[in-house]
């Protein structure tokens, strides 16, 4: 089903830019793939939150970790049924737990501070696949990731519902769990890809 839908789409795309080379239809093939599992792991974890009456905790949730996500980045699974597995079990199991989890103000200040530290120091983290090779834009991901985390921390303060506290707690170590180097390590991913381009030019733009 998925190569059904990337040559459909591939297709289109070669009919409407014959200009296209090698390099970037392989690129395009890269970005409608992770598509294509982002919808249909989308499907899977909705339906399962529906049927687990969690279905506003998981999308708020995962909300609140693609604010991170989306420029801090991080490691994805090497195959796509142990992203859904993993997926699953955390947007899921953190909503059941942000509605039993009692922290109090220090705590959760000590572990927001922590937050922001550890996403300071290690996003955005790139994968093989997609490293960032500029240093300019690798600068631009960490200032903006580590605001938005620093945004985040001060809402899960100050905010007098105790749900969305947790939620944000649980979505900013989401993340770090992702971009840690310690992740890669565990499951045998390299980490600061960037580091094996050599190229001065593409390194300062």
């Not at 049927?51 to 708020?60: A, R, S």
């Not at 693609?66 to 142990?82: C, M, V």
């Not at 007098?160 to 947790?166: D, G, Q, T, V, Y």
């Not at 980490?191 to 030019?201: D, G, L, M, Q, V």
Request: hydrophobic content about 45%; overall charge positive.
């Amino acid at each position: 089903m998925k190569q059904k839908f990337l040559d459909f789409c591939l297709n289109l795309i070669h009919q409407a830019h014959p200009e296209y080379n090698q390099t970037e239809i392989d690129e395009l093939n890269y970005g409608l793939e992770g598509f294509y599992l982002t919808i249909t792991k989308m499907i899977v974890i909705v339906g399962l939150a529906i049927f687990l009456n969690c279905l506003k905790e998981t999308l708020l949730l995962l909300l609140l970790f693609n604010i991170l996500r989306t420029t801090g980045f991080g490691l994805h699974a090497s195959k796509s049924w142990i992203c859904l597995l993993s997926s699953s079990f955390a947007f899921l199991f953190g909503p059941f737990v942000a509605k039993i989890l009692t922290i109090p103000f220090y705590t959760k200040l000590i572990l927001g501070i922590i937050g922001i530290l550890l996403t300071y120091a290690y996003a955005p983290a790139d994968t093989e696949k997609r490293p960032l090779i500029k240093k300019k834009k690798r600068d631009l991901y960490k200032f903006i990731t580590t605001i938005s985390c620093i945004v985040l921390v001060s809402l899960m303060l100050f905010t007098k519902n105790e749900l969305i506290s947790n939620l944000i707690l649980i979505a900013i170590y989401i993340e770090i769990s992702f971009i840690h180097p310690w992740t890669y390590k565990l499951f045998h991913f390299q980490y600061n890809n960037y580091r094996h381009y050599h190229s001065p030019s593409l390194e300062q733009n």
